[in-house]
């Protein structure tokens, strides 16, 4: 029985780390359509 709380609270865990960067994702491409069409070119070239 212990150990099937274990395996649940790790995938749990995981889920919750899934979760989080699904929603770094979303708010990074936000950011992104945000961004002013005179920003980006420049912003594309401190990137590279």
């Known amino acids: 029985m212990p ?3 274990l395996s649940l609270l790790r995938n749990i865990e995981t889920f919750e780390h899934i979760r989080a960067a699904v ?15 005179s920003a980006a070119p420049s912003s594309a070239a401190i990137v590279l």
């Open 3 to 5: 150990t099937i709380l």
């Open 23 to 37: 929603c770094a994702a979303s708010e990074y491409e936000r950011e992104l359509s945000a961004t002013p069409a």
